[in-house]
């Protein structure tokens, strides 16, 4: 655990110095792997997991959350496993590759740049100007290596700060899926024109798809409906500034949606001040929860929820409603870094917390069920909005990704087993249930692991927290984190393009 207080920026030290974090560049389509262990005969798909992978050479400080796109997948059938990876041409990528160069600021830069970057910037506006840089607005301009979405049989790379991109579909002679990261930033028609969430959610039923999406320019917090077809519709939410720096990750219940409104801030201004960063944590600004309705409307109030503490939320395992009350459960940080030092050993301790909202009274309680650095939580996501018994929390305890996974019976309030992954670091336990699973954990929980000089596919017993096999990859694939798994029947359904 991390000393209380607050942490310094470390100077003449790369944060994302691990060898994890270095880029790989080649590109591979359909390579056989080698499967060591017993594959369950029932994971019969393909498995997508999307992170940052520089193309060039950063100008000044690394971060995770800069750098090209790059998309990893292995696909399963038949038994048989193959490995692609490819970068994602959006039309920021697309211009940097053809530049031979990538000139733009960052993350780095914005959280840690200080007056440097404000001066960047300023050149930056001045080259686009002069038609030395292109001229894109905001939303257009994401490398989306964040997360993968599927809907309406079609799959999209997603930025929380972007519009979604689709990406073109191809398979090769014998039916494997062949992406070659090309696509287009989808408009639906020109319909969506804000920022879409990069932890959207979906209505299992409806297959509607919702998305918090943030404007920090503006602090305009913005919910995009979208149903299959293509029919869309977009409210606003709320108007802060300064605006809540990211709002990454929130509930779908049957009727409303609840998000989480953090300690932590972003302030352009910032940049000019001691920290020299867009990003400030107001520990006298305490957490709230906000709920607005699912058919949310402009206009429409948001009812705010309270907490007694400041903190600041990347990630829900899951949230409902129940007996009276909006019952959330979710790792919190205390307080947070300027740098946002988000998966290394300068990032804070969270805690595993359990927040009860009462609807009658609109009181907050909360209760810290593991003080541990847990994070980035996997439940069967079938059930995301309704009461869940399990939830797998990633240790981050020796604060590089994660070291292993945590299964965590929330119904008992009792840990339920571990699983160690053995010196190599993942970033999320993806669940995939069994087809006829007669249990919440009957399935199994997938990642790809890593430690910068070799990566695998680990697939385990959701159930018993056992490894059942492990698919070495032939790249030693850099950290990442949001993953998604497609079964047979929706991976043979995605429409080629």
């Known amino acids: 655990m991390n000393a209380p207080g607050k942490i310094a920026a470390p100077q003449g030290t790369d944060p994302y110095g691990h060898p994890g974090f270095d880029p790989v560049h080649e590109e591979l389509c359909g390579v056989p792997l080698t499967i060591e262990g017993n594959l369950p005969a029932e994971l019969d798909g393909v498995f997508l997991r999307n992170g940052t992978n520089a193309r060039f050479a950063p100008r000044r400080r690394r971060h995770m959350f800069d750098g090209e796109a790059m998309l990893h997948m292995i696909e399963l059938r038949g038994g048989e496993a193959r490995y692609s990876n490819t970068y994602v041409r959006t039309p920021r990528t697309a211009w940097i590759e053809q530049a031979g160069r990538n000139p733009f600021m960052g993350i780095a830069d914005l959280t840690s740049g200080g007056k440097g970057a404000l001066a960047g910037l300023m050149l930056e506006r001045l080259k686009t100007r002069l038609g030395l840089l292109p001229r894109m607005n905001p939303i257009e301009a994401g490398s989306n290596g964040t997360a993968v979405l599927h809907h309406d049989d079609q799959l999209y790379c997603l930025q929380e700060t972007a519009l979604p991109f689709r ?98 801030r972003f302030n352009p201004a910032g940049l000019a001040g001691p920290d020299g960063s867009v990003a400030s944590f107001d520990a006298a600004r305490p957490l709230r929860f906000g709920m607005i309705t699912r058919d949310h409307r402009d206009g429409d109030p948001v009812r705010w929820f309270d907490t007694a503490l400041p903190g600041h939320i990347w990630h829900i395992a899951n949230g409902w409603e129940a007996d009276g009350a909006v019952h959330v459960y979710a790792p919190v940080f205390r307080d947070y870094p300027p740098f946002m030092p988000i998966h290394t050993p300068a990032e804070p301790h969270s805690q595993f917390v359990h927040w009860r909202l009462d609807l009658a009274s609109g009181a907050v309680t909360e209760r810290v069920l593991l003080d541990h650095h847990y994070e980035r939580p996997g439940i069967d996501w079938r059930h995301h909005g309704q009461p869940t018994r399990f939830t797998w929390l990633l240790d981050e305890s020796d604060g590089v990704m994660g070291k292993g996974v945590l299964k965590y019976d929330i119904f008992a309030e009792e840990e339920a087993g571990y699983l160690d992954y053995a010196g190599l670091l993942g970033g999320e336990p993806v669940f995939v249930p069994r087809a006829d699973a007669s249990s919440e954990d009957d399935g199994w929980l997938i990642d790809l692991l890593a430690d910068g000089t070799r990566a695998v596919l680990i697939v385990a017993d959701a159930a018993t927290m056992t490894e059942q096999c492990r698919i070495p990859l032939p790249l030693p694939v850099p950290f990442g984190v949001h993953a998604l798994w497609l079964d047979r029947a929706a991976t043979d359904a995605l429409i080629a393009t």
């Open 167 to 264: 990406l073109d579909v191809k398979r090769d002679a014998q039916g494997w899926l062949a992406l070659d990261g090309r696509g287009i930033n989808e408009t639906f028609g020109g319909a969506l024109d804000c920022p879409f969430s990069a932890h959207p959610k979906t209505d299992g039923a409806s297959g509607t798809v919702y998305s918090i999406g943030q404007d920090f320019t503006s602090g305009t917090t913005h919910l995009t409906r979208l149903g299959c077809g293509g029919t869309i519709a977009t409210s606003t939410v709320m108007k802060d500034k300064p605006a809540a720096f990211f709002i990454h990750d929130y509930i779908l219940t049957d009727t409303h949606i609840i998000f989480p409104d953090s300690s932590l």
